[in-house]
């Protein structure tokens, strides 16, 4: 029996603090579904940027991010964003997802980013937040 195609998606600097910051965090059971194989994280250097950057700062001292960056690094598709013509995002920070996600072919963002959120579907992409991804895949 052939399985499905494995859905690309990706996830936001948010939802990725979170997945480092709390065992029991929604965001971490996305990046077990990824680390399942049933799901493929894409990124783009931008977004590998904003993860290290984000990590790294003070507020975050104390947790280590260093595993879960390397095991992206090593397992996510890494693509160059697609260029988008104007702003998308209220905030213009959180269109490199948007980029990434139009040039891996994702049609989903998980995020927890109201700026995103509030969005819908840009490009017929859907946004939605960790605890709704989980419950739809049942992870």
Known sequence: MAHPP???IVIDTNTF???????????RRVFAGVA???FRL???PAILEEYRGV???????GKNYAGLLSWIEKHAVVVDPAPLRKPVSRDAKDDIFLACALSAGA???VSSDRDLLELEKPFGIEIIPPSRFIARHKL
């Open 42 to 44: 894409a990124v783009s």
């Open 17 to 27: 603090i979170a997945a480092g910051w709390r065992i029991n965090a929604h965001a």
């Open 107 to 109: 049609r989903l963002i």
């Open 6 to 8: 494995v859905k690309t």
């Open 55 to 61: 990590s790294q700062r003070p507020r975050f001292a």
């Open 36 to 38: 399942r194989r049933r």
